[in-house]
């Protein structure tokens, strides 16, 4: 049976595109172009991957309010936010709230494709056993390759698929510098040098939130970031 992905989008062609795109994929998808048929669908029936825009029709923030009813409905269901709404605040708002992804609509198709079968390989891989041979260990950093998880000093740290990357990008090879395209390479996403440095930044802060002397993240100015194995 096809995993059914749902789209809250209120632009019907960008919504078609999306649909035709995932299609190819086999996968089955439902579209829903505002916050009330999508709560009333998801009450009925959850799908295995929900795609969300932050402004649904006349709700400026109805994609945001989606979200949070969604993540209280079903705490482990990949939520991805695809929308043209790309500014700090927003990107912030939305992982916040639960969101597993956070995509501008400039990208590609290819790489919006990637990130969605990544997230739900992600959810099948939770809920098979744990593999040692997927894991990376970096001091007090672990991280499961198969799972998509990290944990610091046995604590779980809540990253996103492209936080995820980055950062086993960066513990891979410790103490080797890490520039900007080399991290959007491994995270497969195309970002401008400001968005590279507020996800390293909101990296650091959800290692520092479970370890206030984090400081593994060195900054190698004008050149990238490297990761730094300390006693």
């Known amino acids: 049976m096809p995993q059914h992905i ?33 709560t009333e669908a998801f009450s009925k029936r959850l799908p295995d991957l929900a795609i969300i825009d932050v402004g649904l029709g006349d709700e400026f923030e109805g994609g945001f309010e989606l979200c949070r009813e969604l993540r209280s409905l079903a705490p482990e269901l990949p939520i991805v936010f695809l929308t043209a709404r790309d500014s700090e605040l927003d990107i912030i708002s939305g992982l916040r709230l639960g969101a597993d992804d956070y995509l501008t ?20 891989a939770l809920r098979a056993p744990e593999v040692r041979e997927h894991r990376v260990e970096r001091g007090a950093l672990a991280l499961n390759l ?15 698929v492209t936080e995820f990357w980055m950062v086993h990008a ?30 390293i930044k909101r990296i650091r802060r959800k290692f520092q939130a479970v370890d206030k002397d984090f400081n593994a993240i060195e900054t190698a100015y004008g050149m990238g970031y490297r990761w730094v194995e300390r006693e």
Not at 16 to 26: P, S, V
Not at 108 to 120: C, D, G, K, V
């Open 146 to 160: 198969e799972r998509m998880t990290a944990s610091w000093r046995q604590l779980a740290v809540e990253l996103t």
């Open 6 to 38: 749902a789209i809250v989008e209120d632009e019907a062609s960008l919504a078609a595109n999306y649909r035709d795109a995932l299609q190819r994929q086999g996968f089955s998808v439902a579209l829903y172009d505002n916050r009330r048929s999508a």
């Open 105 to 124: 609509k400039n990208i590609s198709q290819p790489h919006m494709l990637a990130r969605i079968t990544a997230l739900l390989r992600r959810v099948k």
């Open 170 to 199: 960066l513990a891979r090879h410790p103490g080797h510098v890490r520039n900007r395209q080399q991290l959007m390479e491994a995270a497969s996403v195309v970002l401008d040098d400001n968005s590279i440095t507020s996800h």
